[in-house]
């Protein structure tokens, strides 16, 4: 009789129970996430009357692999680019909220007697907001659109790269004897240099290798490679002392800027949904649910916590960052949960044997009170509004008005402020990538190629090998003009120019120290004495070699950097189907309002954006119907428009039964493209004036010119030379626009 592992029955107990319970949970519409942590109660061992799993270990193992795969779905959905266009509102609230929800979770923790461990990863847990809940609730609440809504999704971005750069110093921050500044220094500085590290490279290398690989790649192979990419930079991650989550996000957020990011997002979502189940049923798994009576005032403690100084400390940000009050309420309410990122923190504690077992439910608790709060929240952020305005002294309502009122002003940005930005992104960039290079070197290639050799020659060798690489970079942290333009006008006001001088010569010295660096990791002191001012004399006389190399390279990195947005711009340049439109047929029942009235009452293009193309009527067939036909039960209808404005018009006509086949009607209706030559009868002529309706017996449905798109377009619109005409009706009739215009594209 064969055995059945006891991993395998241990999936099928927790998919089935997950499955059970979330349909439960869809059904009474809660998030999905508490269902999967109930189920997970369920099937742990401290739940007596249900079955239980048995292989805990290899359960473990699958839940690292879906924190794995969370983190790196994030990644892909994070994108540095989505960063950098939240903007200094998103951040300063985001900062404000997160440095005071650390210290009230610290000082809650104090005040319940527990220890500093437990009072950190506490702060931790409570100072990042639920994404997930969020954007549920706005979407049920359809505030999704409102103004407020962009500042909460600004801040949500900040938030996750926050409990990124928590979750890999945190560990070694409360194993440290002491919370000195010099301990945090070097955890945050070498965790800058890796982040710098691998986002300069993975853009550098990746997008080019993805590129040329997508030829022969697909969709298997493209998932393949992706999770194998994941998995990668999870490794090195580790290897490099940072948690695999880390590794998993940055991987994700390097391939968001491919232009295959979207794609491999798509192929990776019923991966991350099955191993995130796995991973959230895990955490109910870890959950005594004897233990949560027992700790119910710290949960009711934490909760309101949670609920009130949220709100306030993200209120406070959004007015400091000069938001007006009304959307820095809104934003503040909507943000007093706790979520995903909670319970990731909560188990890296666990994971570690750092923090108290009670943390762990304590925070899952925590998250499912403020999860059934939040909408409650953000219904009561408009009156809270209305409240706070209603009793405030006019001087305060006066204050925060003019410290609002420039908010969304656009300011010119000084020469002096480009010139130290540069300045500054250039010196921390290249110093970092030529310690790398050198690390490397000096770390692995020379211990491998000295081993039964002369360590010296090796040394010189190495140096030889080293120096035409960081050659680029070194010229480009000491010698390069910065902000030219910047800082020659700078240079005309004589009191800029002895900074100038000064941030030139640490610049100079900081070169210097770096080849000295070089020298030093690989030679000893005597040839390092030697070379040094041999290299700065090479530096000095190949710059403008170095210059081209460092153009080629930094261009390259751009072009990599930018590709997405270049490819998504061709992807929606070509010309498909104008607007995405297709072809769709309706069957118009008896109860239809509109059943014997003409099209031009029924005015459904200017209603919805649709046009009827066709419509069949028992044998007769009615193409490009005019504006007095009439319509009756039975009609089919082939209508054409977007997703959008199909959907708008099916709930209009109110028919259950409507069928959509665009294959069915590629024989009788098609949607063609023809460009007006420059020779072509139709330029110069009105719609009405070009007959193509009366030739054809085709709709014009839209024109594209000079990159504008319009749609539905008038019968007194002139046709252009250059024009592309969009025309759906029958195909063979259609071909009489070859005699009289370009051919179809």
Same mark, same amino acid.
């Not at 504690?349 to 709060?373: E, R, W």
């Given at each position: 009789m064969n055995h059945l592992p006891d991993l395998i029955k241990d999936l099928g107990l927790i998919l089935c129970t997950a499955a059970v319970v979330t349909l439960v949970f869809k059904k009474l519409k809660q998030p999905i996430v508490l269902g999967y942590i109930l189920a997970g109660m369920l099937v742990g061992r401290h739940v007596p009357f249900a079955p239980t799993i048995t292989d805990t270990d290899s359960i473990d193992v699958w839940a690292q692999i879906g924190v794995i795969i969370l983190l790196f779905s994030l990644g892909l959905e994070f994108s540095f680019k989505k960063l950098v266009r939240v903007g200094g509102a998103a951040f300063i609230t985001a900062l404000t909220e997160v440095g005071v929800m650390l210290c009230v979770g610290f000082l809650a923790g104090r005040a319940l007697g527990w220890k500093t461990v437990d009072c950190i990863f506490l702060g931790a847990i409570v100072s990042i907001s639920s994404t997930t809940i969020i954007i549920r609730a706005f979407e049920e609440l359809g505030v999704k659109e409102k103004k407020f809504a962009s500042l909460v999704f600004g801040v949500l971005i900040v938030q996750d790269l926050v409990a990124i750069v928590m979750l890999a110093l945190l560990p070694a921050v409360v194993m440290s004897s002491s919370l000195s500044g010099s301990e945090l220094l070097m955890p945050l500085g070498k965790l800058v240099f890796f982040l710098i590290i691998w986002f300069a490279s993975g853009i550098f290398f990746l997008p080019t290798i993805l590129r040329k690989a997508g030829k022969i790649m697909n969709d298997e192979m493209l998932l393949i490679t992706s999770l194998a990419l994941c998995f990668l930079m999870v490794i090195l991650a580790t290897k490099a002392g940072f948690s695999p989550a880390l590794g998993a996000f940055v991987m994700g957020s390097i391939l968001a800027e491919t232009r295959v990011g979207g794609k491999i997002e798509h192929l990776t979502l019923s991966v991350k949904e099955l191993f995130g189940a796995i991973f959230f049923v895990s955490v109910g798994m870890m959950i005594n649910p004897a233990i949560i009576p027992l700790h119910w005032k710290p949960i009711l403690l934490i909760a309101a916590v949670t609920i009130i100084f949220q709100p306030l400390s993200a209120?406070?940000?959004?007015?400091?960052?000069?938001?007006?009050?009304?959307?820095?309420?809104?934003? #503040?309410? $909507?943000?007093?949960?706790?979520?995903? +990122?909670?319970?990731? *923190? %909560?188990?890296? #504690?666990? $994971?570690?044997?750092?923090?108290?077992? +009670?943390?762990?439910? *304590? %925070?899952?608790?925590?998250?499912?009170?403020?999860?059934?709060?939040?909408?409650?929240?953000?219904? %009561?952020?408009?009156p809270m509004y209305n409240m706070l305005y209603a009793k405030m002294p006019d001087s305060w309502r006066s204050a925060i008005d003019r410290f609002s009122s420039n908010a969304q002003s656009v300011k010119s940005e000084t020469d002096w402020n480009k010139f130290i930005r540069a300045y500054l992104l250039n010196t921390v960039i290249y110093t970092t990538l030529i310690i790398a290079i050198v690390f490397l070197v000096s770390r692995y290639a020379l211990p491998a190629f000295a081993e039964n050799k002369q360590s010296a020659l090796i040394g010189l060798v190495a140096t030889l090998v080293t120096l035409p690489i960081i050659a680029p970079f070194l010229w480009a942290l000491s010698i390069r003009k910065i902000q030219p333009d910047a800082a020659a006008r700078l240079w005309r006001s004589k009191s800029y120019r002895a900074p100038l001088v000064g941030l030139q010569v640490i610049r100079f010295v900081l070169g210097t120290l770096v080849i000295g660096f070089l020298v030093r990791s690989l030679l000893s002191d005597l040839w390092a004495l030697a070379l040094l001012g041999v290299l700065i004399l090479l530096l000095a006389l190949a710059y403008r070699r170095l210059q081209v190399v460092l153009n080629w390279i930094e261009r390259r990195f751009m072009t990599n950097f930018n590709e997405k947005e270049k490819f998504d711009a061709r992807e929606q340049g070509k010309h498909l189907t104008p607007w995405d439109a297709h072809i769709t047929r309706f069957i118009v029942t008896p109860d239809f309002s509109g059943v014997g009235q003409p099209l031009v009452q029924l005015q459904l293009r200017e209603k919805f954006g649709v046009n009827i193309a066709m419509i069949k009527r028992g044998t007769f067939t009615i193409q490009a119907p005019d504006q007095q036909e009439r319509l009756y039960p039975e009609d089919m209808l082939y209508v054409i428009g977007t997703d959008d404005q199909i959907v708008t018009f099916k709930k209009h006509l109110q028919n259950s039964n409507n069928v959509t086949s665009k294959r069915a009607l590629e024989d009788e209706l098609s949607l063609l493209a023809f460009e007006v030559g420059e020779d072509s009868l139709l330029a110069g002529k009105t719609i009405k004036e070009s007959s193509i309706r009366e030739r054809t017996k085709g709709l014009i449905v839209g024109i594209e010119r000079n990159n504008e798109r319009l749609l539905n377009p008038e019968s007194t619109v002139i046709l252009n030379a250059g024009d592309l005409l969009w025309i759906v009706g029958n195909k063979r009739r259609i071909k009489v626009l070859e005699k009289i215009s370009a051919k179809p594209q």
């Open positions: 209120m406070t940000g959004a007015l400091l960052s000069r938001q007006p009050l009304k959307s820095a309420v809104q934003a #503040g309410m $909507s943000m007093s949960q706790i979520g995903e +990122f909670s319970f990731i *923190i %909560a188990s890296l #504690g666990l $994971s570690l044997n750092i923090t108290s077992a +009670f943390l762990y439910p *304590i %925070a899952v608790a925590v998250s499912a009170l403020t999860t059934f709060t939040t909408p409650y929240m953000i219904r %009561a952020s408009t």
